[in-house]
């Protein structure tokens, strides 16, 4: 609950959208006279509207780059991190404003959506819509650009030509809508926004803390739907990776995980929020860890040139928790991750995605006797 009044709280301090943020960005003087410009007709009926998020439809939204990393740029705009000539998606539908080329930003798309929202799509490569064309959510409006060293697109929302912290719509880490209502009120040359109605949705985490009791200790099966994970509570362990070695028989050995290689000393992430019950060296694998789910469900990474968590401490998922490394038997840099059902190995590739490091949407029956499937 405290968590909860902090963030209205939040909310109420930096929703205030109006000219002075302007400065904060850095488009030109000129570009942000013709980006920065009123809505017409916003507030011609009432000095307040609402924009409801709560009754969205799956196909009436996407994230702009939905494999991209986003970052939260002075509060006001995200940087969003993806690959060369990754698709640049309209948030809603809408109409294009603008589609043209900017002195600082390069090519830059300006939609106009029917919510009374406006997103803005800067540093693309090219520009693949038009000023009037009209748009679907999810449609591509542009191919990402890149500056020589990576990949970015910088997304911003106006309303009524001032700028809005993206937090204030965007659950950022996880890519998702924030299903919420929110109040849009005119006052003299600022908008203030106010979130009058939150949608309460219970939250599917391997936290163990999460979790309380075991629902195998009353039942012999029990689904998990891992399509009910948000993803700020799961991550996959070494983005960016390949794999080197699958899951199962090596020859007359079977591989207890998979091996993912990136380059050395990158960063390993918990995959899951848990508890290390394991932090150290420990034989052919190196240095090793051992996370604790809930449900019976462990992970394990080794080989690491260094753990950065210890033994009974609580990580989150996406948290670093070590660097990958040649320790133990491994004869090149890489990361072996393991994951276990009440201490027996499984594939990870029933929970992820490994070619789009993506958790994938299946639903799992335990066993009590250890099964899954």
Same mark, same amino acid.
């Given at each position: ?15 205030l959208v109006s000219g002075e943020l302007h400065a904060q960005h850095q488009f030109s003087a000129t570009e942000q006279a013709v980006i920065s410009v009123p809505t017409p007709g916003l507030f011609t009926h009432s000095n307040a509207f609402e924009i409801n998020f709560t009754i969205l439809k799956d196909n009436e939204y996407s994230f702009p780059l939905p494999v991209g990393k986003a970052e939260v740029i002075g509060g006001q705009a995200l940087e969003i991190t993806t690959t060369k000539g990754d698709a640049v998606k309209a948030m809603f ?61 910088? %997304? ?17 880490? #996880? ?12 006052? #003299? ?151 276990? %059902? ?32």
């Open positions: 609950m405290k968590k909860f009044h902090s963030y209205i709280t939040l909310c109420l301090l930096a929703l539908a809408g109409t294009v404003r603008m589609a043209r080329r900017s002195e600082q930003y390069g090519n830059v798309v300006i939609i106009r959506h029917d919510n009374g929202l406006e997103t803005v799509y800067a540093r693309n490569a090219q520009n693949l819509v038009k000023p009037g064309q009209r748009v679907k959510a999810g449609q591509t409006v542009a191919i990402v650009g890149n500056d020589g060293q990576k990949a970015t697109c910088y %997304f911003a929302f106006l309303i009524n030509g001032g700028w809005i912290n993206p937090e204030t719509i965007l659950e950022v880490k #996880g890519h998702k809508l924030r299903r919420q209502v929110v109040q849009c009120r005119k006052s #003299g040359n600022h908008v203030v926004l106010t979130v009058t109605k939150e949608e309460k949705q219970a939250k599917l985490t391997l936290d163990p803390d999460d979790v309380g009791e075991d629902p195998l200790l009353k039942n012999a099966t029990f689904k998990l739907d891992l399509g009910k994970i948000e993803q700020e509570h799961w991550s996959y362990p070494l983005p960016g990776a390949h794999i080197i070695s699958q899951y199962g028989q090596r020859g007359k050995k079977t591989h207890s995980g998979v091996d993912i290689k990136t380059k050395a000393n990158d960063e390993v992430l918990a995959a899951f929020d848990g508890v290390v019950v394991q932090s150290g060296p420990y034989f052919a694998y190196g240095n090793y860890i051992v996370i604790r789910h809930a449900y019976g469900f462990s992970t394990c990474y080794s080989h690491q040139s260094k753990n950065t968590v210890r033994a009974g401490q609580k990580v989150k998922a996406g948290q670093v928790i070590g660097y990958t490394g040649q320790t133990g038997r491994a004869t090149t840099p890489h990361l072996h991750f393991e994951l276990r %059902f009440k201490s027996r190995t499984i594939n990870p590739g029933v929970f992820f995605d490994h070619a789009n490091y993506k958790l994938k949407a299946n639903v799992l029956t335990l066993g009590r006797n250890g099964s899954v499937r």
